[in-house]
């Protein structure tokens, strides 16, 4: 089965994983390149959309790509960068911009009300984020639309499907900015919407089935959204195949493995749970740099796995869950790889000695997406809507060196913050949440007893993909009653606080 598909052309704007996202709420399929590596195989796009980006066609760095093969040849949208590059190349002229241009706009003026700008009237709102502006319009180019300060917000091209628009359809805040992607591809480009969670299910299920014909597969579950899903794809393709291994690093949250162990067999699934706590807790012992521990975690993690997957016998392929973030190529626009801020930001290999065939099935699907899928195979709401919980669990919350008391008491502390936040209804509103046990005691007293005991800081997150982050504001009679109730409950807690930074600057874990 073959989708329509878009191709998104990135120039390494900050928004282009938004178009992408935004195209795919239009069920249709669309694929994220660099500028710079257009795929061969253009037969199969059906549009092209070009992405904003940091540069400046004035700049030194100006991204050139070579469009000779699509433009005039294909539905082509070109945004932000991409429009500047449209016209700068094509006898336009692009300049700085006298007023600022970033933020609130609003659409003053518009032509093509039945195709391009079909349900969209003057005074929509656009957001705006360009300090280039388009000053005078390619050949053959033909005005569109503008606003009170940018005159060419959007053109054409005369005699091709050429569109070419200032401001990002892409950002929520464009509020017509997704009827405008769906004129574009569904009026003008005739792309059709295929692309649903039903007929991704049916798709990749055969595709599994085809590749993996016989053979065994295994895969370590670790209770969170992605590897669930995976593991129900594959069960359906291959059923008893599909060998699922589920590791305790004793990092889990309280009861969350015998939990989640209960709801993977419930599910139907050829599970394994493997109880290796005392195994991670000794190769942590003594270390509180908190790279060496998540390296410690990593190297017992595979060995674990690996004794367990020569436990099953011919087993060819390991499957992960990778997702669409992890594998988008990223367009650096100074060239050079970014930095590595933690380890897990690296997206790491397969060890040399487990000598696997990998199948990755959600390796097209964002995280929203992964739900969907999820949803449509009916599986269980509460485990589909898991906050994130990074790998290295609990060992990257308490902060310094790691011991089983230690871990009790992040245990207790995390189950009453996180059960309140489900009693009070706000479990859903809030992306990831948890307790962080921090090195230091701090005086208290209790009844008529001086205290000298731990501080435990309470974290929770609003974001979309964990790459920004806000702190959540909760209500204080919230914080008010789970503080007491950590303070009452758990021995060896006498202070509580809650954290107020946003990423960036601060990181959503502490360590
Ligand atoms: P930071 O702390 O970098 O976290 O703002 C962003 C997201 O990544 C998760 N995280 C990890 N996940 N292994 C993982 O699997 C790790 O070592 C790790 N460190 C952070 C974090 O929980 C948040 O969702």
């Not at 200032?166 to 509020?175: A, G, L, T």
């Given at each position: 089965m073959q989708h329509n598909n878009v191709l998104i052309l990135d120039f390494g704007s900050q928004y282009t994983q938004l178009i992408a996202r935004r195209v795919r709420e239009l069920n249709i399929y669309c694929e994220i390149h660099p500028y710079n590596k257009i795929p061969k195989n253009l037969e199969i796009y059906k549009a092209v959309i070009l992405s904003g980006s940091p540069n400046s066609v004035r700049g030194e760095a100006v991204l050139h790509p070579d469009l000779k093969h699509i433009r005039g040849k294909k539905p082509l949208l070109a945004v932000c960068y991409g429009a500047q590059y449209l016209a700068h190349f094509s006898g336009g002229e692009v300049a700085p911009s006298n007023t600022r241009e970033y933020g609130r706009a609003n659409l003053s003026y518009i032509k093509e009300k039945e195709d391009f700008f079909y349900n969209i009237y003057t005074g929509s709102q656009v957001w705006m984020s360009h300090s280039d502006t388009i000053k005078h319009l390619p050949e053959n180019g033909v005005l569109l639309a503008s606003t009170e300060d940018v005159e060419n917000a959007a053109f054409k091209i005369e005699g091709e499907q050429t569109y070419a628009i200032?401001?990002?359809?892409?950002?929520?805040?464009?509020?017509d900015g997704k009827q405008l992607l769906e004129n574009f591809l569904v009026q003008i480009a005739k792309v059709e919407q295929d692309w649903t969670p039903q007929s991704f299910v049916e798709e990749t299920v055969e595709n599994l089935q085809e590749k993996l014909g016989n053979d065994r597969v295994v895969l370590g579950l670790s209770g969170g959204v992605d590897s669930s899903v995976a593991a129900m794809l594959l069960h359906k393709a291959i059923g008893k195949n599909l060998y699922c291994i589920f590791v305790n690093n004793g990092l889990l949250r309280k009861n969350e493995y015998q939990d989640v162990l209960d709801q993977y067999q419930h599910m139907g699934l050829n599970v394994k749970g493997v109880d290796a706590s005392a195994r991670f807790l000794d190769a942590l012992a003594g270390l509180s740099d908190p790279e060496e521990k998540r390296k410690a975690i990593g190297r017992v993690f595979i060995e674990v796995f690996d004794d367990e997957a020569h436990e099953i016998s011919d087993v060819k392929w390991l499957a992960q869950g990778t997702i669409y973030p992890d594998v988008i190529e990223s367009v650096s626009a100074t060239g050079g790889p970014s930095a590595t801020i933690k380890s897990h930001h690296n997206v790491g290999g397969l060890p040399d000695f487990m000598k696997l065939k990998i199948v990755e099935p959600l390796k097209a699907l964002f995280k929203d997406e992964v739900r969907r899928v999820g949803a449509s195979m009916d599986m269980d709401k509460n485990l589909l809507g898991r906050h994130p919980f990074p790998g290295p669990g609990l060992a990257i919350r308490i902060l310094g060196d790691i011991t089983a008391e230690k871990v009790r008491i992040l245990q207790e502390v995390d189950a009453v913050f996180i059960g309140n936040l489900k009693k009070w209804n706000l479990y859903d509103s809030v992306w990831q949440a948890g307790a962080i046990l921090l090195p230091v005691n701090s005086v208290g007293v209790m009844g008529d007893e001086r205290t000298y005991e731990k501080c435990v800081a309470l974290r929770a997150v609003e974001s979309t993909d964990g790459m920004t982050a806000d702190w959540v504001n909760l209500p204080y009679e919230f914080l008010q009653k789970t503080s007491n109730e950590i303070i009452n409950k758990v021995k060896g807690v006498n202070r509580v606080v809650y954290d107020i930074s946003s990423k960036p600057p601060a990181t959503i874990e502490w360590e």
């Open positions: 200032q401001f990002h359809p892409e950002v929520y805040h464009s509020k």
